[in-house]
Each structure stands twice: as C-alpha cells, then as structure tokens.
C-alpha cells in the first residue's frame, strides 16, 4: 500500500508532531506511516484524512 501523507502534510504545513499530536499518536507512527513500515487502522486513517482535508482514496492506494 502506497500512501501520499508527507505529501498532504507539507501541503498542510504540518511537521510530523503537529500531525501526530492532532491523531492523537506518537511522531514516530506517523513517520512509520509515511515510510510504509507501518499501515494503520481505518479509524487513524479516516482521522488522517480528516485532519489533511482530503479523502482516504487519495491518501492510500494499493500498489
């Protein structure tokens, strides 16, 4: 699974910690989310989609 979070949050002018800090998540999930170490769960993924202003389609996509 591909995912366009870095992307989306430095469109957002967020860092890392803004961003974690708004899902209620550690910074270190978040960069393990953009680094595809790590898939989270529908509900941090429609929280990330909410806090970035876009859809879950166009944050995730299968490979």
């Known amino acids: 699974m591909k ?3 870095k992307i989306n949050r430095t469109i957002q002018g967020l860092s890392q910690e803004q961003l974690a800090k708004a ?5 270190q999930t978040i960069n393990a989310i953009e680094n595809n170490k790590y898939f989270p769960s529908l509900e941090l993924g429609l929280k990330l989609s909410q806090i970035l202003k876009c859809s879950v389609n166009e944050l995730f996509s299968l490979d």
């Open 23 to 27: 899902v209620e998540v550690s910074r």
């Open 3 to 5: 995912n366009t979070i």
